[in-house]
């Protein structure tokens, strides 16, 4: 960098800097002291928290401290570890909670049967050697003495709910998904068009047809893939009839009727495997595990009328509360077996 763009580099700073001051703190400034002079003494000296302005993009991960033995999160820890019978009821209770999950789960429900009942269940308790993950963010402090730049914490949930916002996978997924199945249907319109394929796309009966199939059977693929469609009927046999007569005589559907039934036949594929996607994709945000709360992980197995389901569980259990943490706690099936299986084909 050569001397003159160092000085108009320092100079543009200063610029920046002063205008900044003069256009974005003092209004703030002169703000806060006429709202703190209206103030009432008595609210003032109560109220003595400076106003925090956040900034984006200045939000940090602190590193985890380690429990130490002083703590009172470790001699919670140590109370627990003696209560054998303490520890046996937290395994049950998270298996008993896991079971009224799945009976209350609708697809489970109705794939699986509603008289579900507890088989077995593999759950182990671990006492974290280290706290969890703190997050601060940057800003403007003010008072009526000073205006600075200082930190303050934030909660962990807010944090990992704006890191999802500002990266949507799962809405990225679901739009290639669409934009992937469009394209395609344009393809083979316009290859139907000029005679070189012989399989149009569904009309919108054949795929209002295929959705109703596919909510008989909801369950996503384990592989994450879209589930296929059932392949398409006979043009032929499910063309559309009016059976209104005006006048005495046959009726046929106007221009806009048309039109929009034509959008309608040519959108709603894409849109299904849009949801089918976005429903395999997107996960709710799970939050870290409270300070001095108690791992607790393993499988829970459910015995269904008509299937076995195995499940594994993560969750924290918070000793002085003597519950579970319910942002947390993380409930995933992982094996799914039907009692009576037939051939394929």
């Not at 002291?33 to 900034?55: C, R, T, V």
């Not at 602190?62 to 937290?90: C, I, T």
């Not at 009839?241 to 959008?263: F, R």
Request: net charge neutral.
């Amino acid at each position: 960098m050569t001397c003159r763009q160092v000085a108009l580099t320092t100079v543009a700073f200063v610029i920046g800097w002063q205008i900044y001051s003069q256009v974005v703190l003092a209004p703030l400034g002169h703000a806060a002291g006429k709202a703190l002079e209206e103030m009432p003494d008595e609210d003032h000296d109560e109220d003595s928290q400076p106003f925090f302005i956040p900034f984006p993009l200045t939000t940090q991960q602190l590193a985890p401290q380690p429990y130490r033995g002083n703590s009172p999160e470790w001699a919670e820890f140590v109370k627990f570890s003696k209560d054998q019978q303490a520890a046996k009821r937290v395994r049950e209770d998270l298996a008993q909670f896991v079971l009224s999950q799945a009976t209350r789960h609708p697809v489970l429900a109705m794939k699986c049967g509603k008289e579900m009942k507890l088989r077995r269940f593999w759950l182990d308790v671990d006492f974290p050697q280290m706290a969890p993950p703190e997050f601060v963010r940057s800003g403007l402090e003010i008072t009526d003495d000073y205006i600075a730049w200082a930190q303050q914490p934030v909660d962990s949930l807010t944090v990992l709910r704006q890191r999802q916002a500002l990266w949507p996978t799962a809405m990225a997924a679901s739009t290639w998904t669409f934009t992937k199945i469009m394209i395609e249907d344009h393809v083979k319109r316009i290859a139907n068009a000029f005679g070189l394929s012989t399989n149009p796309p569904p009309s919108l009966e054949q795929v209002l047809a295929q959705h109703s199939q596919q909510m008989k059977n909801p369950i996503p693929s384990k592989d994450g893939t879209q589930p296929s469609l059932p392949p398409a009927l006979d043009s032929s046999k499910s063309s559309t009839k009016d059976k209104t007569s005006v006048d005495g005589e046959e009726g046929e559907m106007n221009q806009a009727t048309k039109t929009v039934m034509s959008l309608q036949a040519h959108f709603i594929r894409p849109m299904m495997a849009f949801r089918a996607k976005f429903g395999q994709t997107w996960k709710p945000v799970k939050d870290f595990m409270p300070r001095g709360s108690i791992l607790v992980t393993g499988l829970v197995e459910v015995d269904a009328p008509k299937a076995w389901l195995v499940f594994d569980v993560k969750a924290a259990w918070k000793p002085k509360e003597k519950e579970f943490d319910a942002q947390s706690m993380h409930i995933q099936l992982r094996r799914f077996q039907m009692k009576k299986q037939g051939p394929v084909s």
